[in-house]
């Protein structure tokens, strides 16, 4: 405000509070500002729930739909199989239940998994150890689909490194699954394998309290996982981690990639992918130690 000389009491005093009305008034105004703005905030973030709430129900609807026309199809094999006394056929039938039985409870555990974010429960484990039983989980699997298997992990026999076994273990699985998938889905070749390795990969990176030229060392396991499969092209792999996206069909449920991600970017770790379509993918998980 503007004040004459000499100095009028009165004016100064109107002067003052017509000053601090405006402060108050431009506070009230951020502070207003400020309340809408969350406000938006928090409505855009509602509707984005709401809709990815949709989707995931629309994509578990579709999921268990055909789950359950699987385990009808089992349980028929099964019903007839036992009134014809066909041991055959319940033998079909049965398997047919416990892959439907697996499925959903695979799917389920995927759904707890993105519903909550669980923290990682770390232990210190030998790397070699924690990879054989990965692939003794699914190793039945693998050869049951007539797919060579080779493993690989003789390098870091010694290893160890700290994770959420459990967590890890599930995102490979998920990427296990998918490379017996792609085997099966290509009809072009006469074999198929799938090759599971784990090595230790050691990179410089910057240490932001020292000197610009002077770089840390930091130590990494390596988890690669290549199929000469089905292969994909440009569009489907920009999609992959993609929540709900899925290459299988009505087989998939759009969960399984992208919690792979979810749990190894957990671990502060990165997961790379290349594949060409006709000969294959490989998948890299780069966990820090």
Known sequence: DFITTPINVDALEIALKRASDKIFMREKLKEY???LEQLIKEKSELQDHLSTLGLMIGSISHSIKGLLTGLDSGMYLLDSGFKKDNQQRVAEGWDIVKQMVGRIK???LDILFYAKERELNLETVNVADF???T???FESKILSQKIEFIKDFSSVSSKRFEIDPQSVQSALINILENAVDACAKDTSKDGHKIIFSVKESISKKECPSRDDMDKEEQKYIVFEISDNGIGMDSE??????TLFFSSKGKKGTGFGLFISERIVHQHNGKIEVKSTLGHGTRFRIKIPV
Do not use: D, P
């Not at 489907?236 to 981690?241: N, R, S, V």
């Open 131 to 133: 990879a054989q039983e």
């Open 106 to 108: 695979k799917m389920i």
């Open 236 to 241: 489907t792999l920009g999609k992959i981690f």
């Open 135 to 137: 692939a003794s989980l």
């Open 33 to 35: 500002t400020e309340n």
